[in-house]
């Protein structure tokens, strides 16, 4: 899209010789200029067409700006964490917050916090006039050694080390696993700090006194601080027995709860309380609209056809634009990738009042509209399908209990419904299998069929329940939510190499090439003419000078005779 209108400088006609006045006073100049003029007028015609062509360029980044922007909205909600939101909150916030993802579920729970997790910190009793005094006045190394987590790290220290020195040889080991060294002064003196970075009942810090020889720094010679420790809770009053408690190493817990994380800040019992974020759901669905029918106004516009005035807009017709209109039409009206009409409550957008408005000479017509009426009660009733419709990314699903999803290769799988057959032996082993009717690799020990490559159903694979001696056959899908669907389509739109704009861009870079020439041409040719032009006037110019000479003659020798 990167073709300009060729700047055109008329041909002059003046140069070294005027010819106006000349001759028997025919103004020379003016009839060149003029005869010049009429051959640019080619040029004006070739500049005007060349604009057509640049003009529907100038559109074609116009749309292709506007369909990036609306795969940038959906790819920020093209997954169920960032479609579906969740809102939890907590009773004190002193003792946790807490933040929901999708996975997380409705309802309130009781947590109490025992205890928090705690990392392992000492400091040493021996103080120190400087943080620069001497700490190994030997005249040999010697080796500070710790035991973090059970592994045993050893530092060696050089002569006339000084604290500061030490804190900075911890620090800089390049095993060191995650322990900090720092010089803390008490108002008097300067001591070592050690602190282990990690918390729980597993981060142990201690002193080994088998390898350590830098005097004054054994185990004798630390003071704990704070020892480590894990975190310990009770959900919901589980486990039951008062000396039982749940356990975690660190005081953000996101495996207790599905889709919860509970960020633990104090001891103490709080209530939290999760639900579904219906407003912030409706507006992204909202900003789906919004942003598609961007797009579609943007095409009706530059495609529409006035049948009043009988005139078409600047890409009416124009196949390229027609394509795209007609494919993100069908992927925003058809059914889901990898949905079932029977199987999924809701398969299609329409199912959640969201219509493309059909009524003829609505402001809105040709435009996606939300029946609000219908969504807010499909939205307050089932969140979930909801949000797979619009946001699922390889969800399985399958049509009998025979055969599972197991797993798939995301980016290399494509999502979609595949349909599955394979056949096993009296003795459960699986002899063949296919899917839509391609052999697929099988595994008889495993039970474990998968997706060849080259195909769409690559590294997709499914695992056989049932074994029985036969053939077992249905319907395999991984879902692919409406906005995944639609970026991904996006994304072919308007692809740099392959994408139809693209192609229709190159074209018309050829065909303004092509009028570039011609007006390039045509300008030469001109050139010529008006030199042409100028030689043939210049000879009539000379001749008239001549007739002109000999004018005067006879009107001399006219006026001699005369006065004899």
Known sequence: MSSTISGYTPVTTSGQITYSGLGNGTDFDTLITKLVQVEQSRIT????????????????????????????TLDSMDTMDEFLSKTSESTNSAVLTVTAAAGAENGSHEITVERLATAKAMVTQTGYASATTDINPSATEEVFAYT????????????????????SIINNDPGNPGVKASVTYDGSK????????????????VIDDSATTLANFDTANFSTISSNASARLKLDGWPTASN????????????LLPGLTLNLRSTGSVTITTATDTEAIKEKVQTFIEQMNAVRTMIKNITKYDSTTKQA??????????????????????LGVGFDYDADKYSTLSQLGILTDAQEGSATQGLLVLDEEVFDAILSSNADAVGQLFAAQ??????????AVSSYIKNTTQCGSYELSYTTDAGGKITSATINGRAAVFHSNSNLITGQYGNPEAGMVIRAIDTTAGTHSGTVALKLGKTGELSNLL?????????????????YDDITAMIDDKIAFEQRRISHYASSLRKKFSLVDSMLSVYDKMQNQLDSQIAQLSSD
């Open 45 to 72: 015609s070739l500049q005007v067409w060349k604009k057509s062509w640049t003009d529907k360029q100038a559109a074609f980044q116009e749309l292709n700006t506007e369909m990036l922007s609306l795969k940038t």
């Open 148 to 167: 973090y987590k059970g592994v045993t790290y050893s530092n060696t220290v050089g002569t006339n080390s000084t604290l500061t020195d030490l804190a």
């Open 190 to 205: 300067y001591y070592l700090q050690l602190r282990g970075m990690d918390t729980g009942d597993s981060a142990s810090l």
């Open 244 to 255: 039982a408690w749940v356990t975690r190493e660190t005081n953000s817990v996101s495996d």
């Open 313 to 334: 807009s600047l890409l009416t017709g124009n196949y390229g634009i027609q394509l795209i209109d007609t494919n993100l039409k069908n992927a925003v009206a058809g």
């Open 394 to 403: 390889y969800v399985g699903r399958t049509s009998s209990s025979e055969f």
């Open 491 to 507: 994304g072919e739109l308007t692809d740099s190499k392959e994408g139809p704009l693209h192609i229709l861009d190159d074209n």
